[in-house]
């Protein structure tokens, strides 16, 4: 019979089996496949896992302190924690066109993650977060966009530089048993219904160039969003507007409208609010959030991101529109 404990001993035996006595490197993201994926094998073989978690300094609010807290702190992963912030901001300093930026991004952090992977020595393999899905859709015909996902997901290009063997245990899943799976490892829950996150991360949400001010204002204004969302209950349902949504984030607009705080003029950045709701991310729609959600969104954010002065929220649903900005 088919259980998730049963599940867990036969994965952990495979993976046991399968890299014997060596020792594995894996690219932890901080998303829900490299985290379940990280925790399996950590299961299997303990410290001859590596982690390399790779911060470029577009992830959200608190996510280093965050993944280092439930992988380094409760559970004991040995975790190489890379702040090349400095690397990237340089590399994408003045650059505006979304696919150089993508371009830039994906490079430097293969780049970031084989000047690490080239130290550890004794690894033989590199461990990678692909599902099922991931598994038929680089089969599939591709968009510019599919690719360039696929490219920055699986770290494209390292095993044959490397001289990895790919480790892929998450290969026959969807993704609702890898969240089951997730759990039965003892990850937060909050970490694995978490919506995804693209791997050029606020890169791809700060429109045009990109700069370190930008990203803190956007970190800021995000985890009020994403604050609120979760702690918005929908009387019907029960639910959080968190879970009630399939992705919301804050989308950083690099123009400035005017606005009036006490008897001052201000002259300040535009934030737009996303939020979706969709089964394939191929096709969604903007998310009905309540206006009272909305107003509370809006008012905090105004107030408490200085910098930010006006907040808009983005009515279209894709296609036309694509769920990301960029
Ligand atoms: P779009 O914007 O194409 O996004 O409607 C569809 C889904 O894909 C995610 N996305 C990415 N994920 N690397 C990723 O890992 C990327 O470069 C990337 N671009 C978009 C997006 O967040 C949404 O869930």
Excluded at 36 to 52: M, Q, Y
Excluded at 134 to 157: L, M, P, Y
Aim: hydrophobic share 45%.
């Amino acid at each position: 019979d088919w259980t998730m404990p049963n599940y867990v001993d036969e994965a952990i035996a495979r993976i046991r089996e399968q890299v014997g006595e060596d020792e594995v490197i894996l690219g932890l993201s901080g998303g829900v496949d490299s985290s379940v994926a990280a925790a399996l094998i950590h299961r299997a073989i303990g410290d001859r896992l590596t982690c390399v978690f790779v911060d470029h300094g577009l992830l959200r609010l608190d996510e280093g302190k965050q993944v280092m807290e439930t992988f380094a702190q409760n559970m004991g992963v040995k975790i190489i924690h890379v702040d090349a912030t400095e690397q990237f901001m340089g590399k994408l300093a003045g650059v505006t066109d979304p696919e150089a930026k993508r371009k830039i991004i994906g490079r430097e952090f293969v780049e970031v993650f084989q000047h690490q992977a080239a130290k550890l020595k004794a690894a033989k393999w590199l461990a990678q977060g692909t599902i099922y899905p991931d598994v038929i859709e680089s089969a599939g015909a591709k968009t510019g966009k599919a690719v360039a996902i696929k490219s920055h997901h699986n770290v494209g290009g390292l095993p044959e530089t490397l001289n990895l063997k790919l480790l892929e245990p998450l290969r026959e899943l969807f993704k609702d048993e890898v969240r089951k799976l997730g759990l039965a490892l003892g990850l937060p829950h909050g970490m694995v219904y978490r919506h995804p996150f693209p791997g050029p991360g606020l890169g791809v949400r700060i429109l045009g160039a990109v700069s370190s001010e930008f990203a803190n204002l956007l970190r800021r204004a995000d985890a009020i969003f994403i604050d609120e969302l979760r702690k918005t209950i929908d009387p019907e349902t029960k639910q959080s507007w968190y879970d009630l949504t399939s992705q919301a984030f804050a989308v950083f607009l690099p123009v400035k409208s005017v606005g009036v705080m006490g008897d001052g003029r201000t002259y300040e950045y535009v934030v737009a609010l996303r939020a979706v709701q969709t089964s394939d991310f191929m096709t969604a729609d903007w998310a009905p959030l309540p206006y009272p959600l909305l107003a509370k969104v809006s008012s905090r954010i105004i107030n408490e991101v200085r910098g930010i002065n006006r907040v808009v929220y983005d009515v279209s649903s894709k296609p036309p529109a694509t769920i990301e900005w960029e």
